[in-house]
């Protein structure tokens, strides 16, 4: 294969993943232009490319070599890896990215008494994840067929193909129109950006770890909060106890107050009402939370 001097990362055509990833991308400092066929996304600033397919192929590109990174739900990488035989590369998870979030769980009918995993001995599981499936099925002891399905796979039982299912769950809607309840978590799911176990040495691995410091970056103050407050000294050390987590408050005179602090914290997530309003009960004043736009450690 020809060697290549730019990064090439794998993502989602279309989906629930892809505005997300190219956000966070254009938050990185990344901007692309599509190709006619739009397949194929040249970036304009950096020599990062992209190139736009099925999200099940995405972890097959990258352990072919056809793209040096991807963009995927850590549910079809975790199957391609427990499904894919030995000649394939082996691919890690390099960042959870933080949206997509969602969980591959087991659902039973409604009326069915489950008691736990033993319940599952003998019955029929319907699944578009083999592999995740088997695993968990392995190390609970349980003797079940598995139904291998590409889609539409909570209507089974309705149809007698399956008494279970094993399927991608978000809010749960879809399980209840079909008369389902969900029963056993397997695995708890969100895009995350995947790569082969060995990175490359060139030039694209230095865009490769330039990039992820920028990831890095990027989701730590999407997650972070910026509070500042102005409180007595006398009141400090009980409002410090009830910060988010996050480093040690920066602390600043007020002019002319020799008694009087302002406080700058960087908190690890949001600020909730019920938590500012206990800083308050503690001794603080004038607060603000602001959102981080950009942080360069």
Not at 169 to 190: D, F, I, K, P, Y
């Amino acid at each position: 294969m020809k060697q290549r001097d730019r990064l090439r990362i794998a993502m989602q055509k279309s989906g629930r993943l892809t505005e997300p990833a190219l956000e966070l991308l254009n938050r990185c400092g990344l901007s692309f232009r599509q190709s006619r066929d739009k397949l194929f996304c040249f970036g304009e600033g950096e020599p990062v490319d992209l190139l736009l397919v099925r999200d099940d192929d995405i972890p097959g590109l990258i352990a072919q070599g056809v793209c040096d990174l991807g963009i995927v739900g850590r549910n079809v990488l975790d199957e391609f890896r427990l499904t894919t035989g030995r000649e394939a590369a082996p691919l890690v998870e390099l960042r959870p990215l933080g949206f997509g979030r969602c969980r591959l769980s087991i659902a039973v009918p409604q009326e069915l008494d489950y008691q736990g995993p033993q319940t599952l001995e003998g019955e029929r599981i319907a699944t578009s994840y083999p592999g995740l499936l088997g695993e968990w099925l392995r190390t609970h002891a349980v003797n079940a067929g598995v139904v291998t399905l590409s889609g539409s796979v909570e209507i089974a039982p309705k149809l007698g193909t399956a008494d279970a299912i094993c399927d991608l769950v978000q809010s749960g809607g879809t399980l209840v129109a079909n008369q389902l309840r969900e029963a056993e978590v397997l695995l708890e799911s969100e895009a995350v950006l995947a790569g082969p176990l060995a990175l490359p040495i060139d030039e694209r691995g230095d865009m490769l770890e330039l990039l992820l410091k920028r990831l890095d970056g990027v989701i730590q103050v999407r997650e972070s909060r910026l509070l500042l407050l102005q409180t007595s000294r006398s009141s400090l050390e009980a409002i410090t106890r009830l910060l988010p987590g996050g480093p040690q408050p920066t602390l600043l005179a007020v002019a002319g107050q020799p008694d009087q602090l302002m406080l700058q914290a960087l908190c690890a997530g949001e600020v909730s009402w019920r938590q500012l309003e206990e800083i308050k009960k503690a001794g603080a004043r004038e607060m603000y939370v602001l959102p981080v736009e950009k942080m360069l450690a």
